[in-house]
């Protein structure tokens, strides 16, 4: 018996569709209930913006097609399985895959959800998993000075991770106000730029893909303090400058890419580990807050130029499926 599955279509600069696909015959079926939209990647991806010489590297685990277009992409998906090892029948699972109503997969690429961690919440799960691999990256030591400037949706998980440790009091900034999002309720403070205090911290987070917040968390560096980059800038060029408080101060910039485990963690730590880990950490409630609107899966064609906007309001998406 053979299956087929909606699935949204990445065709040209600005286009998208939902299309008909043949699914393969072997692997683990699963149909999806909710998916996440990955906001930076998608966008560069939806206006055709990844560089040529990125096309490999910028391939998510379970990709159909080649950049530019045609490509389907995403690595959000929570669904429950339908058929396939007696051990994952009726599961819900996460899995590294794009937007599609139905996928099979092997079983290694799904990851079964712990009880107290909802469907609705784990399509976080990469996104966490990027947090806490910036989290081994940066070698948080105890009492820590923490900064994180772009509070979108990695600023705000980096946040959550941190401030599960009573050792630290992490620091959160953004050039807009706060957007539906509580520090307080992440035990965190919100701070403008302007009050972000110079020369002041040990380890900086910088996610807002911005020359002008990579330049804050340079000034915002002690001696010898880090800061760890997870911005994605494309082929686009950042102006900084690295003299004054960088040179003198000895600070360092630290690439954070989740595509490999983090140095300090690669010896005792495998991907899968290193996803486990991420999606047990979303069993903390305080995340639904960062889920900030739902689109079902068949109006992605029309919402997806509103949702990935340079402008656009809110943190998350979650996509719901019918």
Request: aromatic share 8%.
């Amino acid at each position: 018996m053979g299956f087929s599955a909606d699935a949204l279509i990445y065709t040209a600069p600005g286009e998208v569709q939902v299309n008909r696909v043949p699914l393969d015959p072997a692997g683990v079926l699963v149909r999806t209930r909710f998916s996440g939209i990955s906001r930076g990647t998608e966008r560069l991806i939806f206006n055709g913006l990844v560089p040529p010489g990125e096309y490999q590297r910028m391939r998510a685990p379970l990709q159909v097609g080649d950049f530019p277009f045609p490509v389907r992409y995403g690595y959000a998906a929570v669904g429950t399985v339908e058929a396939g090892p007696e051990d994952l029948l009726g599961r819900q699972v996460f899995c590294l895959h794009p937007h599609q109503t139905l996928f099979r997969a092997d079983p290694g690429m799904l990851v079964p959800l712990p009880d107290d961690v909802p469907p609705e919440r784990a399509i976080l799960a990469a996104n966490a998993e990027t947090a806490l691999n910036a989290i081994w990256d940066a070698d948080v030591h105890p009492g820590c000075r923490c900064l994180i400037v772009g509070a979108g949706l990695l600023g705000w998980l980096i946040a959550a991770l941190l401030s599960r440790r009573s050792d630290l009091s992490p620091r959160i900034t953004d050039i807009r106000p706060e957007t539906g999002v509580k520090a307080d309720d992440f035990s965190v403070r919100f701070l403008k730029p302007d009050a972000v205090e110079r020369q002041a911290y040990d380890v900086i987070f910088h996610t807002s893909a911005s020359a002008g917040g990579l330049q804050t968390a340079i000034d915002a560096a002690c001696f010898e303090g880090r800061v760890i980059e997870l911005s994605w800038y494309g082929d686009r060029p950042v102006s900084v400058d690295l003299g004054g408080n960088f040179h003198a101060n000895r600070v360092s910039i630290i690439s954070s890419q989740v595509g490999s485990v983090a140095r300090r963690r690669r010896a005792s730590h495998r991907y899968r580990d290193r996803l486990e880990q991420a999606i047990a950490a979303l069993s903390d409630p305080r995340l639904d807050a960062l889920i900030t609107e739902e689109v079902p899966f068949f109006d992605l064609p029309d919402a997806l130029p509103r949702l990935l906007a340079t402008d656009a309001p809110g943190i998350a998406t979650r996509v719901v499926y019918p």
